[in-house]
């Protein structure tokens, strides 16, 4: 008889978002008066269309599809050279990175990605993660084994280092103990869920512990765009020594709203070697030719036209209208009386919840007397706990009456 993988099994249910659903049903059924009026500032996808520049592109690449003289079949492995060249150009060149087209392997987005780059390294590497986090990077351990056992009441893995991130250090994670013996650390920045950034400093501070203690950074910069600082670094490339140990994971879904159309990018260097000397982006290049055959040619023309100058002009727009709601809601909390952080790098604002409620009871209160939903800050991860995340992803007007109707709370 066949045996499921047990370390699926291992997983604990998705609940924070099945859970917010069904409370939400719960109380449409309860209440049917009020259904139509609730905010949704929980939601983590783009609403805003495609720029019209990506539309004509995407046009184009769909009739060119249609001849057989400009028809496209596989892509090359790890990309076309002119949607890899314009990274490079624009994402990295630009900046005072140094990456090359060879190390840019384009995808289908950062989900996949971060999720499958653990497959490169040993199996009995050890994680280090911010607490709280994206939930894919430990799902994708514990799914390859990696974790350890789960402790349902503490919400935490044996075999995984969390790097506590609270109002205490400024949501930013210290350094690990070096005895911990970490191979791999997931960072994100700026942040979801905190919308915490990091600056110059502090990224070439994990290089410099990265490169001293033989420990891998995978930085998941997919909220890059979101920077309005011009102090802070876009690439983890920026600082010295990164192309020895990190690798940074892009997404074209929060930069140019391809959250439905599927992009994106990793950089694996080629100064990124293990202990014996293996060069991790040739490991990479090797997986990617295996077990993945590329982002369609369409969508790939389409990204290539986020990087002209009316793409760039279009999904800059696009995100001034997005933190202009972030805005929005973090000085009317403020007003409001709460404490909050995030929403000026990041389309995320990160609340502590008042008088020391807990993130469910939180929720529970602000949509049973206003009727707005956000998500419990401990659905991703316990140092979350006493706090709660609103996006700026959704329309002005669900902002702006999101802040009047908090305020009468
Ligand atoms: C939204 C998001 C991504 C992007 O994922 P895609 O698969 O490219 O849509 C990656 N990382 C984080 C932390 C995110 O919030």
């Known amino acids: 008889m066949f045996v499921a993988n047990g370390n699926y099994l291992k997983l604990p249910g998705d609940y924070l978002f099945s859970t917010v659903a069904s409370k939400i049903a719960a109380y449409c059924e309860e209440h049917p008066e009020k259904a139509a009026g609730i905010v949704r500032l929980g939601i983590g996808d783009v609403t805003q269309p495609l720029a019209p520049s990506v539309i004509r592109a995407l046009h184009k690449a769909v009739d060119e599809m249609a001849d057989a003289s400009t028809f496209r079949g596989y892509a090359p492995d790890l990309g076309y050279d ?43 590497s050890r994680i280090a993660v911010c607490d709280p986090v994206y939930p894919v990077y430990v799902d994708s351990n514990v799914m390859a084994g990696r974790t350890g056992t789960y402790d349902k009441a503490t919400g935490l893995w044996s075999d995984v280092t969390y790097m506590p991130c609270t109002c205490e250090n400024g949501f930013a994670p210290d350094l690990p103990d070096p005895d911990a013996g970490i191979s791999l650390i997931y960072l994100c920045f700026p942040n979801n869920p905190t919308g915490a950034v990091i600056d110059k400093p502090h990224l070439q501070a994990w290089v410099d512990y990265a490169n001293e203690h033989g420990a891998v950074i995978i930085y998941d910069a997919a909220y890059e765009a979101y920077i309005s600082d011009p102090s802070l670094p876009h690439s983890i490339y920026e600082c010295e020594g990164a192309r020895s140990c990190a690798i940074e994971i892009r997404s074209f879904s929060k930069s140019a709203g391809f959250t439905g159309t599927r992009l994106g990018y990793t950089v694996v260097p080629s100064d990124l070697k293990d202990a014996q000397g293996t060069s991790m982006r040739d490991l990479w290049a090797r997986r990617h030719g295996t077990k993945f055959n590329g982002a369609p040619y369409i969508v790939q023309r389409a990204g290539e036209a986020v990087y002209s100058p009316e793409g760039q002009s279009e999904t800059a727009a696009q995100i001034a209208y997005y933190m202009e709601n972030a805005r929005i809601i973090l000085s009317g909390l403020r007003e409001a009386g709460y ?71």
């Open 82 to 124: 002119f949607l890899r060249e314009a990274i490079v150009a624009h994402d990295f060149t630009a900046h005072g990175a140094l990456v090359s087209p060879e190390e840019v392997f384009v995808s289908d987005g950062a989900k996949s990605d971060s999720a499958n780059i653990q497959e490169i390294f040993a199996a009995d």
């Open 339 to 409: 404490e909050v952080s995030g929403g000026e790098n990041a389309p995320y604002i990160w609340l502590k919840t008042p008088a020391g409620l807990s993130s469910w009871d939180f929720f529970d209160s602000l949509l049973d007397t206003v009727q707005v939903v956000g998500t419990p800050g401990s659905g991703f991860g316990p140092s979350g706990q006493g706090y709660f995340r609103l996006t700026a992803f959704g329309s002005r007007e669900s902002a702006l009456e999101a802040v009047r109707r908090i305020k009468l709370m």
